[in-house]
């Protein structure tokens, strides 16, 4: 659910005539030479040596990480196709590696995902996964097994990439009894976790909004009787319950058979709220301190097992976050009703009542004030005591590395230098520290989402909106905090960023809900002082936007008026000197609000605002015409209509100053 896509806008090259390549002996062109000469890899796929297969279909694996150039070169030349291909070959570990290698290609987005089903990709996946079907009702010997589900977590992992970037992948998926197979591989008994999680991903994915597969699973008992079973099933792993609860909560939406669900659904995807990433990070940190290192160089391993066992909870909550911010979709009327409000103080029609009579009874619990207090913690910034500890954790990891740096070069010495070096190059212990940090900020920021629409839901008076209101601006000062207690490349996790995002945003709602509710509203001094600078300073661009959004609520409220020459150096200076093409139309944004009626026009002249917005629209008209090559399109039609928009609004106020 609210799965993203990626928009790639590589540039399209025409497909070569003979992706293949000439197989008749017949140049074309003698003084021409073939370009796949150049990529050895063709030949070597080509090789009826199997080993020389496996290697190639490895080799070709790592072209997907290559610049954009060299992959369409490649797709073009038609490496795809010859991978797709080898999904056939006699030698499973051939098949295994070729699967492996779309894998890594299909990440790429939408654009590679509709080649690879133009080229008929989904065919021979799907035949490899009628054929693996039985697999595990197979009396197979261990390493076939292995190799079974090796293969089948590569399949898994290709079909998600595809049908998560591509249409026509899910109507291919959803006209097929693949449906059933997957849900096979589901069975436990005979499977490892990894592969089971990795199908029910999968399954998450290709159930959403797709009526055709979420009929199946509800009208066939076996298929809803695996996804039940798991979710009743206290000791299966908290992670793979949780996707259980959310494929059958895509298909009771989907089959409007979603109030016949909840009660068996929503006290598993609600225990997310019972979880403390807090507390469980730090048992997690004290068990990877306590672990015993009696080799070094398997001391990464173990670090590795120790973590990826303990990720699942975060998961966990995560995806049950997510569930519970959809079933809370707040209504998008009521957002633009509360940005029309503010300029003319026109009251926001409270739509609460109406938008929780659409809820379900079950969910409306989380509309109480305890359970909103359960929400709200989840959003709070680490405590000084956690921190205390990860800095310890830090200390102990940043110590072995040094420890495993210095065993590696001893090993050099002693002519073990190209294994060595990789070993040198390839471990890093301190990562794991960031990893962490990650996992909570991830936790953190699902739980602002999940609050953004529990405030779109909500009154005034329900959310208790002042101390609401307090606990957001706290959190904005207590991350600052954090940032500066923690080391630096745990600060340049994008989490962060996105965590303050959200707060901001949250706060920008609240404000408008509050103060559209009380033209005579007023917040703290200290607050405004801690908007202004969150607009001119911050790292982060969303958040500078929320800043200014606020800016913009707040300088049309009668208490702020002696702010306003302030408000307008802060806005201006946005629109003069910030790189993003989001903030200036924000900022631009935010002048035609405040600045627009007469009353305005003392702080208008003070501080030059004339002037200074003739010279943005000088700079904005250069740089729309020569727009930046990494600049956003939606960023740039933002920017566009705020320029446009600025033209008008100069020849408003000179109107109002003859």
Known sequence: MGKATKDYRNHRRKRRNDPIGNQNGNDNSSNQEDPKKQFPVFAQLASADESAREIA?????????????????????????????????????????????????????EKVCSRLVKDDCMTSLLAITAANRNFIHQELNAESTKEAQLLMTQIIAVFTNLCENSPKAVEIFSNTEAMGMAIQFLNLQNQTLEFAIETAQFLNIVTENNPICCKQLIDNPEMNGVL???????????????????????????????????????????????????????????????????????????????????????????????????????????????????????????????????????????LNSQSLKKVVDQCEVTSQDFRNGFAQFYEFLSVKQREYEAHCKGKLTMKLQTREENLVNGASFVEYADRVMSLIKKSQTRALSLLTNLILMSSVQDLDANALWNFLCQQCSNLYTELSNVPDTTKKSEQYGLYLDGVTYNMLLLLRKMSSQNKNFAIDQTHIKGILDLAKNSQFEETRVNALGMIGTLGVLPACTSQLEIFGNVVLERCLEDASESVVAEALNTVFDVFA?????????????????????????????NPPKNADEEALEKLEEAEFNLKNFLKYKADQFR
């Not at 009703?337 to 026109?346: S, V």
């Not at 009626?597 to 729309?624: G, R, V």
């Open 57 to 109: 279909c490895a080799s070709a694996s790592q072209f997907a990480f290559e610049d954009d150039d060299t992959v369409q070169k490649l797709i073009d030349l038609g490496l795809l196709k010859l991978l797709i291909e080898k999904l056939s070959d006699p030698i499973l570990p051939v098949r295994t590696a070729a699967a492996g290698a779309l894998r890594n290609f299909s990440m790429a987005g």
């Open 228 to 366: 039940q079973k798991m979710i009743g099933d206290s000791q299966c792993n908290v992670y793979l319950r949780m996707l259980s609860a959310a494929i059958l909560l895509n298909a009771s939406i989907s089959t409007n058979t979603l109030n016949q669900s909840l009660p068996t659904l929503f006290p598993i995807i609600s225990s997310c709220m019972d979880f403390n990433p807090q507390s469980f990070s730090a048992a997690l940190l004290t068990k990877a301190m306590a672990l015993q290192v009696t080799d070094i160089e398997k001391f990464d391993d173990q670090l590795d097992e120790t973590f990826k066992e303990s990720e699942y909870p975060f998961k966990s909550q995560q995806l049950g976050l997510e569930l519970l911010t959809n079933l809370f979709a707040g209504d998008e009327q009521e957002e633009q009703e509360m940005d029309m409000g503010n300029e003319e103080y026109i009251p926001v029609p409270d739509s609460s009542k109406n938008l929780q009579s659409q809820v379900p009874d079950h969910i409306k619990q989380l």
């Open 597 to 625: 009626e007469p009353e305005s026009n003392a702080a208008f002249t003070s501080t030059d605002m004339l002037q200074k917005l003739k010279k943005t629209s000088t700079i904005l008209n250069q740089k729309l015409k």
